[in-house]
């Protein structure tokens, strides 16, 4: 991965106690963007990759380490901190069935948890769920002794709530919010106003992807060319690809005036759903 920067000069020189601080910690990079709530704007992104390969949790903490002592940027008072760790352990669930002391058991249904996990929820208004998932509790212990209070963040609640936000300016019958990870894909289905499925799939190739965007829709009754996509992640090697069966290909960016001019070079599907943490500011 290239080390990505941007930032406004005029950032530099204040205090990010009126900012939120939005992080993406990978097994591969460790990205964050800054948004100014005066501006209501974004001001700063930067993408870097850890210093050595990361093969566990253990490498991971030690890549997190380095990375926030060497930055600058992470040193800074926020007014919250918000992180996702993209990863397939998570279950949705309808709220009212939610009670925290069945958390834990919920998860396990369709997922083998680590001793080393710690368990968190986000909801999801648009659908009235919450969203059960795993994150490695040697990087929140690392992420909270270096700064401090943590809100967690699933990317499944944040594709569903693109999904939804996104519906109505689709003009097709159905729309697919698609995030591409290293080695799999989320898929969220919305389909005569309402959110029919949430499902990650292992995927190797973009052949894989349309053969399972193909299967769901024919599970649904979606008939060739009444249904977009609305992408963010890792695109760009399954772009050739899906465009020669999407013909309508959305992305979830936000409006110019969201970014200062510095980020716009920057603005790119693979940060998607790190500038729509902020969404879920408590």
Same mark, same amino acid.
């Not at 000069?9 to 460790?30: A, D, K």
């Not at 986000?122 to 795993?134: G, K, N, T």
């Given at each position: 991965?290239?080390?990505?920067?941007?930032?406004?000069?005029?950032?530099?020189?204040?205090?990010?106690?009126?900012?939120?601080?939005?992080? /993406?910690?990978?097994?591969?990079? &460790? $990205? &964050?963007?800054?948004?100014?709530?005066?501006?209501?704007?974004? /001001?700063?992104?930067k993408s870097l990759p850890y210093a050595k390969s990361v093969q566990d949790y253990n490498d991971l903490n030690k890549g997190v380490a380095a990375i926030i002592a060497e930055e600058?940027?992470?040193?800074?008072?926020?007014?919250?901190?918000?992180?996702?760790?993209?990863?397939?352990?998570?279950?949705?669930?309808?709220s009212q069935w939610a009670p925290p002391q069945l958390f834990k058991q919920q998860l396990e249904l369709n997922h083998v948890l680590s001793d080393?996990?710690?368990?968190?929820?986000?909801?999801?208004? $648009?659908?009235?769920?919450?969203?059960?998932?795993?994150?490695?509790?040697?990087? $929140?212990?690392?992420? &909270?002794?270096?700064?401090?209070?943590?809100?967690?963040v699933h990317q499944s609640a944040?594709?569903?709530?693109?999904?939804?936000?996104?519906?109505?300016?689709?003009?097709? $019958?159905?729309? &697919?919010?698609v995030n591409i990870g290293q080695d799999y894909a989320d898929i969220a289905l919305c389909a005569q106003g309402q959110c029919k499925l949430y499902?990650?799939?292992?995927?190797?190739?973009?052949?894989?992807? /349309?053969y399972f965007l193909m299967l769901i829709a024919q599970q649904y009754k979606i008939e060739n060319g009444q249904s977009s996509l609305l992408l963010s992640g890792n695109v760009d090697a399954y772009m050739p690809t899906l465009s020669q069966f999407f013909a309508d290909i959305l992305h979830t960016k936000l409006s110019p005036e969201y970014y200062v001019d510095e980020l716009h070079k920057c603005l790119h599907p693979r940060f998607d759903l790190l500038f729509s943490l902020v969404q879920c500011v408590s």
């Open positions: 991965m290239t080390p990505i920067f941007a930032i406004s000069p005029q950032f530099e020189s204040c205090s990010g106690s009126h900012c939120y601080l939005c992080i /993406v910690c990978t097994m591969e990079e &460790f $990205s &964050f963007c800054i948004f100014d709530a005066q501006q209501q704007k974004y /001001v700063a992104l600058p940027l992470l040193q800074l008072p926020y007014k919250e901190v918000l992180c996702m760790y993209p990863n397939r352990c998570c279950t949705l669930v309808p080393l996990d710690e368990i968190n929820v986000c909801p999801i208004p $648009s659908i009235d769920a919450e969203c059960l998932f795993a994150v490695p509790g040697p990087l $929140s212990a690392k992420l &909270f002794e270096k700064l401090g209070r943590v809100t967690y944040l594709l569903v709530q693109n999904l939804m936000q996104w519906k109505d300016v689709c003009t097709s $019958s159905a729309l &697919f919010a499902n990650t799939f292992t995927i190797r190739s973009a052949n894989d992807l /349309v």
